[in-house]
DNA sequence: GCCGTTTTCGGCCCGACTGTTTTCAGTCG
């Protein structure tokens, strides 16, 4: 069997592998960067990779030469790349997720695999704990302890649960096939997917049909499936090339679908809630069903039918953790105009090729008004941000000839004028006020220096808040899922100061940060602090993003009233100024 | 490996921090 066809990410992926290859081989750093650099072309592409192969057009991205268009022309057309292979068997494939780790680079990684034979985050595990890698030179008991908490970050959240951004495309892939499945009446995802958590063990679908045999078959068959790990009669569990991931599939006749779904999708805390309230009420609430106490079994059709027997509000499966959501059901005080997708009027936070975006200002207005947006903020980082491209004060008037350029060329849709300015070390931000000013948004991030204490991190917000120029704090813990732990600070304190300052907290949808997350939202929102969802976006595909930061919204309880985003743009930026002027 | 061009090769983004050094290499943002 030919392998399937490759797409752009995959191609992409591959891309920045041999990247990381060829750093642990020592290869020119250019090179390098020249592979990097092609991967992000390829993601940031608007055109079909597949016809720019076919017609030999693939030069014609910048960034993209002779060399790296065979290269992927190779891989679009065979599957296979010969550099690659022979890369890949240069190397022992532990040493790619030794480079995951903090602080360890490709240079440190081939000292500890060509002097220590370390070739795994195991192997190097063991070491640090022997006191063998502070015997090499460059490295120190210092080093050995930092590695091994890193390591330790690195098992608790790698391997076992990936990040719902990382995971929802493979699901949402597998569900439009289950969808047009054989008999086929609804199909669903359950679990931590359904209640959007930040990470996702396994993936557990559900799908209704009169006979399970023909479903089950359309998942085990389904393009990235690696391997089937069983299949029954109403259950197929299958693991996917991708990520590793197990999805697990079941199938059952339709009258039994709402409660099925209801009970797969937790989480186990809130059902634990529900069973004892059905059980005052006279009722066995099981995965099978509910059951009156006689035995007979009560007809569920969807959910909130099940809500409302027990005598409460329907409640969203982001919200089912068992934190306080049961008691306001019961008490009819759970949100009904919780913020929804739909809401969102503008997109916030994006960077273009100005900054280290892959897309030009043009084409990511296209792309977010084909998505539905009104406007798009535009939000480059500032000159602090060096290693980013950041701008210069003097060149956002170049740029703004160019976005006043594209708002003529785009009809209907408005990029917003504004900058990420970076939050220095003092708390000052990284432009004088005069430049500020003169902008439409103005988000403050912290990018640099990280590693302060608490009381100076605590300090540095609050002090930044105090400019009223800033709007927006960005990503304001700055951790990285999976990768880099929050920035220390008192989280209270900063959201005391932004409900009396009228400053507004930014809730990133980079599936990576989701920042803040959904107790911090929760937090803010009974603060009186008002939010913005946001994307993020370097490049188009990241527009998506939006749909996370109003998961991780819903899931700290914000209303679409608390969310300014959801107004147009002339009061959306009214809003963001009234809030300052306060 | 890309790009621009001086069409054949040199420049490509860099500053700060850390832990290791004793003057700096490696990593990170």
């Known amino acids: 069997m030919s392998p399937p066809p490759l797409d752009k990410a995959a191609v992409a992926r591959i891309l920045r592998e041999i990247s990381l290859l060829l750093q642990l081989k020592g290869e020119n750093a250019f090179k390098v960067r ?120 690195h098992q608790r959240v790698h391997g076992k649960r990936k990040r719902l951004g990382d995971v929802l495309p493979t699901v949402e892939g597998l569900l439009e096939r289950l969808k047009a499945a054989p008999g086929v009446v609804r199909v669903s995802p359950a679990g931590s997917v359904r209640r959007r958590a930040e990470t996702v063990g396994d993936v557990d679908l559900l799908a209704s049909a009169p006979e399970a045999g023909p479903v089950l078959d359309v998942l085990a068959t389904a393009p990235g499936v690696a391997v089937v790990l069983g ?152 000159q602090a941000a060096v290693y980013a491209g950041g701008l210069k004060e003097e060149e956002l008037e170049r740029q703004w000839e160019e976005i006043d350029r594209v ?15 970076d939050i220095l070390e003092t708390g000052a931000l990284d432009y004088r006020d005069s430049v500020l000013e003169r902008l439409e948004v103005v988000i403050g991030s912290v990018h640099i220096r990280h590693g302060m204490d608490e009381e100076q991190m605590t300090r540095r917000l609050l002090s930044a808040m105090d400019n009223p120029c800033l709007n927006i704090i960005g990503h304001p813990t700055g951790r990285l899922i999976h990768e880099r732990e929050p920035y220390p600070f008192r989280m209270e304190e900063v959201l005391d100061r932004a409900a009396e300052r009228g400053v507004v907290m930014e809730v990133n949808g980079s599936p990576a940060r989701l920042d803040l997350k959904a107790e911090h939202v929760r937090q803010a929102v009974q603060r009186g602090v008002k939010l913005v969802v946001s994307v993020d976006a370097h ?44």
């Open 34 to 153: 020249a592979y990097d650099t092609g991967a992000d072309r390829l993601l940031g592409m608007t055109q079909e990779l597949g016809a720019l192969v076919r017609e030999g057009r693939l030069t014609e991205l910048p960034g993209i030469g002779q060399g790296l268009a065979d290269k992927i022309a190779e891989l679009v057309t065979t599957g296979k790349l010969g550099l690659y292979e022979e890369l890949k068997a240069a190397f022992p494939p532990g040493l790619l997720e030794m480079l995951q780790l903090p602080e360890l680079g490709p240079k440190k990684v081939m000292a500890l695999w060509n002097e220590l034979k370390v070739g795994s985050v195991a192997d190097l595990e063991k070491a640090c704990r022997e006191g063998r890698v502070r015997a090499l030179k460059g490295f120190g008991a210092r080093s050995e302890a930092k590695i091994l908490e890193g390591i330790a970050l």
């Open 231 to 382: 299949k029954g009669e109403s259950k197929c569990s299958v693991r996917m090339t991708e990520g590793d991931l197990q999805v697990d599939l079941r199938v059952l006749p339709d009258e039994d679908f709402a409660t099925a779904l209801h009970h797969f999708t937790g989480s186990k805390a809130h059902h634990v809630r529900l069973r004892g309230l059905g059980q005052d009420k006279g009722y066995k609430i099981s995965e099978w069903g509910v059951h009156r106490a006689d035995g007979t079994k009560l007809l569920i059709r969807e959910e909130a039918d099940l809500y409302k027997l027990l005598g409460m509000q329907d409640i969203p499966p982001e919200l089912r953790e068992d934190s306080g959501e049961i008691e306001a059901a019961l008490e009819g005080r759970l949100p009904e105009d919780l913020l929804t997708l739909e809401d969102v009027r503008g997109a916030v936070h994006s960077h273009s090729t100005w900054s280290d975006g892959r897309n030009s200002l043009e084409e990511m207005a296209r792309a977010a008004q084909a998505l539905g947006f009104q406007y798009l903020t535009v939000t480059e980082h500032s």
């Open 539 to 582: 490049k188009i595909s990241d527009l998506h993003h939006v749909a996370f930061a109003v998961a991780t919204a819903r899931k700290g309880w914000a209303r679409k009233g608390e969310v300014l985003n959801t107004l147009p743009a002339d009061p959306f930026i009214a809003k963001l100024k009234a809030l300052r002027a306060r």
């Open 407 to 421: 708002n003529e060329a785009v009809p209907g849709f408005r990029l917003l004028k504004g900058i990420e300015v």
